[in-house]
């Protein structure tokens, strides 16, 4: 291996679609390349292990109160899975092992990320399991307690959709929406939405229009953007067949915003199997697996009009060094760049096995300026992880977190996965959820070190609010407060929001 600047600090039945987990096998790389250009801290976290629940297929989420929260794809005490949670020391602790009812009527696989409601409790899917073996909509609180809000293809001939791999958002009014990947009124999966009772409305089902031009088999979730509207990704459909980007209202009226590969070669990427985020300039930003100039996948930004631009195509670099096959989305950091990962590809050479190579962590300029910052499999035996899944996150303390599907702890065939985190030299900040409301809404704000806070203010305004740990403060949006970022005053100093907090006019509601 090349000379690197890392610094280490160490402390079977589930799968992607059958189709999807096919293409996991298509493109190999066996060759180094250059080590990475960036200087950062790569740690271990948590190895995750047979007997705690094993292959995180999803990112994680920050919860209220600071600590981390996720899912694995099998292990548990059931092997079918499990909701965890960690602390900032890696400390793990298994909050429901999966299949726990007969018949796995809780729900069996979960591959996607949790969302923490406004009420405080977890929300999530399993991709089998239920009443139909088809998927659940679940929730679960803070101590482990869980009910089964839906069980899928519980319409005749499965109307209701089946098989969801996306995480769910939740909306202004408390509800829920979600994507499955298959069934629906077309058989090419949905749109839903479901209220905190159980109740499931179909908003859209892919397929019905002539050659699924429309778009076919979303799998992952919806992106709640500034405008009031949703936005996501299809696998397949669209104009050319290999996936498209999508706007739907909360009242379900849909409209394709772009089909991928209108061009010679896919140039400009396709297949775009993670969601999408929206950057600080109001643009969406996202990834394909495959196409752009080498057919390793891109990086793209969308307008909200429609007009795509690709910032980025991997294995572009000798024996793909820049990483290739991007399964996860982007995060945009608060340095407004956007992080990312690649499940393969990478400069670390090893013994050839299943995959070949093993991921990259990468950071891009909103411009398209690409640096590799760290390869995976770095340590002997994979112990720092291999094959990257979910996306990053950017916790309150300023570090990114994730997780590997496989490598870390040996007594899983290829590894059981890993949790790690990475410092980027960015510094902590305070992030609110929801992201936007009217006067007068609830909202709170997540940090590190909150505790004596002294002021909290949206754009100027001053709020009044309740500091309830050091990593979570509740407020309420205050009279003549504008859009704009919410601070928080410290004893240590002023923490700012990573993204602007919008205020919504009770009138437009």
Not at 32 to 50: C, E, K, N, W, Y
Not at 64 to 77: H, I, P, R, V
Not at 305 to 323: H, R, V
Not at 413 to 426: P, Q
Request: hydrophobic share 30%; proline share 4%; aromatic share 10%.
């Amino acid at each position: 291996m090349c000379n690197s600047s890392y610094t280490h600090d160490r402390k079977s039945g589930a799968g992607p679609l059958p189709w999807l987990r096919a293409a996991i096998f298509v493109s190999v790389c066996l060759s180094a390349a250059t080590a990475s250009l960036a200087s950062v801290r790569f740690s271990d976290l948590v190895d995750f292990h047979q007997t705690t629940g094993y292959n995180p297929y999803s990112q994680l989420i920050q919860g209220f109160d600071g600590k981390l929260y996720g899912t694995t794809s099998e292990g548990g005490a059931q092997n079918a899975g499990t909701v965890f949670k960690v602390s900032s020391t890696g400390r793990l602790f298994t909050l429901y092992s999966f299949c726990s009812l007969p018949g796995c009527a809780d729900g069996r696989f979960p591959q996607t990320a949790l969302v923490q409601g406004s009420d405080g409790d977890f929300y999530g899917v399993t991709q089998a399991g239920g009443a139909n073996d088809d998927g659940t909509i679940f929730k679960i609180n803070k101590r482990g307690k869980l009910t089964t809000l839906y069980s899928f293809c519980s319409l005749s001939k499965c109307a209701d959709g089946s098989a969801p791999y996306g995480p769910l958002v939740e909306n202004a009014d408390g509800e829920f929406l979600g994507t499955t990947s298959a069934d629906g009124a077309q058989n090419g999966g949905t749109v839903f939405k479901i209220s905190r009772r159980g109740v499931l409305t179909t908003l859209h089902s892919f397929c019905s229009k002539s050659k699924c031009a429309d778009g076919n088999s979303p799998t992952h979730g919806l992106l709640l953007a500034d405008d009031g509207n949703f936005y996501g990704t299809t696998g397949e459909g669209g104009a050319a067949g290999v996936g498209t980007v999508f706007k739907i209202t909360p009242t379900g009226k849909l409209t394709t915003l772009y089909s991928f590969c209108p061009q010679t070669g896919c140039t400009d990427g396709d297949y775009p199997y993670a969601g999408l985020i929206q950057a600080t300039d109001g643009n969406l930003y996202g990834t394909t697996v495959f196409g752009g100039t080498q057919g390793g996948g891109s990086v793209f930004k969308l307008t909200l009009e429609g007009k795509l631009t690709t910032l980025y195509s991997f294995c572009i670099q000798a024996a793909c060094a820049d990483g290739e096959h991007p399964y996860a989305g982007l995060v945009q950091g608060t340095s407004g760049n956007f992080y990312g990962i690649t499940t393969e590809g990478g400069a670390t050479l090893k013994p050839p096995k299943i995959f070949g190579t093993y991921g990259t962590i990468f950071k891009i300029t909103p411009r398209g300026k690409f640096t590799t910052l760290y390869d995976f499999c770095s340590q002997a035996s994979c112990a720092d992880g291999e094959f990257p899944y979910g996306e990053l996150i950017q916790a309150t303390d300023g570090r990114f977190y994730g997780t590997t599907l496989y490598g870390g702890d040996l007594s899983c065939t290829m590894g059981c996965g890993t949790i790690y985190r990475m410092a980027a030299g960015l510094g902590p900040f305070v992030q609110t959820q929801p992201r936007s409301g009217a006067v007068g809404a609830a909202v709170v704000i997540q940090g590190t070190n909150l505790q004596g806070a002294t002021s909290v203010t949206f754009n100027g305004t001053a709020a009044n609010f309740t500091v309830i740990s050091g990593a979570e403060i509740k407020t309420t949006v205050p009279e003549g407060a504008t859009t704009g970022r919410v601070e928080v005053t410290t004893p240590e100093g002023t923490l700012s929001s990573n993204v602007l907090f919008r205020v919504i006019n009770n009138q437009s509601r």
